[in-house]
């Protein structure tokens, strides 16, 4: 487990305000842009950071984050250049933990073992991938324990509750709820069914919960923070850099960051 | 309970489920409902009444005495899946998860379809048992398919064009697994090749198993004993596993035709088991035509059948294991195929198994007369007249 990414969901909040979990794909909108948005998302107040690691096949993502993933893949952006933009943050300050997410076969194809000690070495702190379920993930979870990396799984509306216990023993520092069924980019905000649904979770769990998927608006997280401990954004984010022409985009997701946490 | 029915995950190393949790549940319930139904009489004998009454089974096993005599080797004889309703082989996958979808009471099928034969066998399956029908197609296949196109929307069903990635079957996969994330309440996803995340590859492998079991019947019946070869294109490669299953415990030499395109030097083909290593995609554990970072390469092919950088794990593990044999035939080999069964037989062969059929040629000219070598057609060739038309140079 990653001793940062415990910290970070241990330290005081004020009450009702969850963390801020911001997403951009790595080499979105050009390579050079990676690590000054990772810093930008840092000052504005971003409690945790998500970095995509592009797949030419993302079947989890919908229009918005897949063409994040072929613009970067377009320019070549790798596994291992995401560990190089993680470096670099790190050499120029950023202290909030940073979560690689993506699919699984760019980690088997740099090899699970080499994957997660080069993450671990460069200042990552754990990885959601999403198509790695808890009965897949054995051996690349066993490798992120050995380097102290945190495994976060997804759990979703169709999870069962005989399921979960499953789910729960694969994570370390917390869960990341997926709040509709369906792909990345939808706009519902908070389902009715949500804090039903997070009750259930943490029956099995007492780790904290982030939500995610859908989410857009800084009154979504709001909403969130009354059921769960972290909020996470991403297509809303790719779509505030589109939306300006992906002229500055590291001034955009400052701005859109800084809104969702009133910094 | 599930673990009272379960089906195994995984062939050797290969097969798995690597989906994202949204969609594990309902193939935990597929599998469920597979497992219960393949033992159920009501449910097999409903399916074989369909394949006898519907489909046309058995398909007729052809000895090719013509070619038989060209290639002055092996006797030839030829699976006739192109006699099959729709034309191609995909109908018995189809008509089996239709079934199936019945079962579970999801009124909505969802589909990919690359060369469209697969997307026809649906949408016709969808109109005889009264469910609506979604079929997933890349923007390049629908041009060069356009014949399926018509027939399926004639049928009933929507096609949904997908117009990413390279425009082929890999993307409309994709985009059928997120109609699928989304819809997975009221949606059966009917996988069309033995492909994807477990229990997919072992339920169509099952239902395609008909062809190598009526083979070796005929094989039996006809020639008085088993082939000592058989023969038949990979893409996913449904119809391959589908006739290759059933002689696995016999001494039948088992060889797989893939997609050569251009030539595997090019670079531009789809050849995954010859040339490709392994990798996850589409929820399974299989040879993949990938770069050195574990991006998924586009791929080339003459047929749009075959057009699909990934390949069903069950014939990864018969690679690895070396229980089957690995080629590939190129898009000139492939139309000499076409021409040859055509001419030679008066049968016009779809361009995915012309590709076995050049493949089994040269390879009958290599065996003695008292040999007999097996090639599964899997289906006809008439959806292929613009684009064989076209790469003959000839204009319709």
């Known amino acids: 487990m990653s001793e940062r990414l415990r910290q970070r969901f241990a330290d005081p909040r004020p009450p009702g305000e969850p963390l801020f979990i911001p997403y951009v794909t790595a080499g979105y909108p050009r390579r050079e842009d990676t690590v000054p948005i990772l810093l930008a998302m840092e000052e504005a107040g971003a409690g945790v950071i998500e970095l995509g690691v592009p797949f030419s096949d993302p079947l989890a993502d919908g229009a918005t984050i897949q063409h994040a993933n072929q613009v970067a893949l377009e320019q070549g952006v790798t596994l291992r250049d995401c560990l190089a933009f993680v470096r670099e943050a790190r050499a120029r300050g950023l202290q909030a933990p940073v979560l690689l997410m993506g699919y699984y076969n760019p980690i088997l194809a740099l090899g699970e073992a080499r994957a997660a000690a080069e993450a671990a070495a460069a200042g990552v702190d754990g990885f959601i991938v999403v198509d790695l379920p808890p009965e897949e993930a054995a051996s690349f979870l066993a490798e992120c324990r050995a380097n102290h990396l945190s495994f976060v799984p997804l759990v979703a509306p169709t999870t069962s509750e005989q399921r979960l216990p499953r789910v729960a023993a694969v994570a370390d520092a917390f869960l990341y709820v997926v709040s509709v069924a369906g792909t990345t980019g939808g706009h519902g905000g908070v389902p009715d069914a949500l804090p039903g649904f997070l009750d259930m979770v943490r029956r099995h769990t007492s780790l904290p919960l982030a939500v995610g998927f859908g989410i857009s608006t800084r009154e979504h997280v709001a909403a969130i923070g009354r059921f769960a401990d972290a909020a996470v954004i991403g297509s809303a984010i790719i779509a505030a850099i589109d939306a300006a022409g992906r002229q500055r985009p590291v001034e955009r997701v400052r701005e859109f960051v800084e809104d969702v946490t009133g910094h | ?396």
């Not at chain 2, 097999?44 to 052809?62: F, K, N, S, W």
């Not at chain 2, 697969?118 to 048992?129: E, F, I, K, N, S």
């Open chain 2, 1 to 396: 309970m599930a673990s009272d029915v379960s089906l195994p995950a995984r062939f050797g190393d290969f097969g798995g489920r690597y989906v994202p949790e949204t969609l594990v549940a309902a193939h935990q319930e597929l599998e469920d409902a597979y497992a219960v139904a393949r033992g159920d009489p009501v449910f097999q004998a409903e399916l074989d009444d369909l394949l006898h009454h519907y489909v046309g089974r058995p398909t007729p096993l052809y000895f090719a005495e013509r070619l038989t005599g060209e290639c002055g080797g092996a006797r030839i004889w030829i699976k006739r899946e192109d006699l099959a309703h729709t034309g191609a082989h995909k109908i018995n996958n189809a008509l089996g998860q239709a079934l199936l979808a019945r079962r579970l009471g999801k009124p909505r099928i969802i589909a990919e379809t690359g060369a469209g034969q697969h997307g026809v066998a649906t949408a016709t399956v969808c109109a005889m048992l009264g469910l609506e029908c979604a079929v997933y197609m890349g923007t390049e296949d629908i041009h060069r398919q356009s014949l399926n196109v018509f027939r399926m929307k004639m049928l009933g069903a929507t096609v949904v064009p997908v117009d990413t990635g390279s425009r082929t079957l890999k993307d409309a996969i994709n985009e059928a697994m997120r109609d699928w994330v989304t819809n997975v309440a009221t949606t059966h996803y009917l996988i069309g090749s033995a492909i994807g995340p477990h229990p997919f590859p072992t339920i169509v492998r099952d239902f395609q198993s008909v062809i190598g079991r009526e083979a070796r019947a005929q094989m039996l019946e006809q020639a008085g004993r088993l082939p000592d070869v058989a023969v038949a294109c990979v893409g996913g490669g449904s119809n391959a596993i589908g006739l290759f299953h059933p002689f696995l415990d016999d001494p039948v030499r088992l060889v797989g035709v893939e997609a050569g395109g251009d030539g595997i030097s090019s670079g531009r083909h789809a050849a995954s088991l010859v040339a490709g290593r392994p990798g996850v995609l589409h929820g399974t554990k299989t040879y993949l035509l990938q770069d050195q970072a574990g991006q998924i390469r586009e791929t080339h092919s003459l047929s749009a059948g075959l057009d699909y950088p990934g390949v069903g794990p069950e014939h990864s593990w018969l690679k690895t294991s070396e229980r089957a044999e690995y080629v590939s035939v190129d898009d000139r080999q492939a139309l000499e195929g076409f021409q040859a069964l055509t001419r030679g037989e008066g049968i016009i062969p779809a361009l995915e198994p012309s590709h076995a059929v050049y493949h089994a040629l040269a390879l009958a000219r290599s065996l003695r007369p008292d040999q007999n070598l097996l090639i599964g057609l899997s289906g006809r060739g008439d959806k292929d007249m613009h684009t064989v038309a076209a790469a003959l140079g000839v204009t319709l």
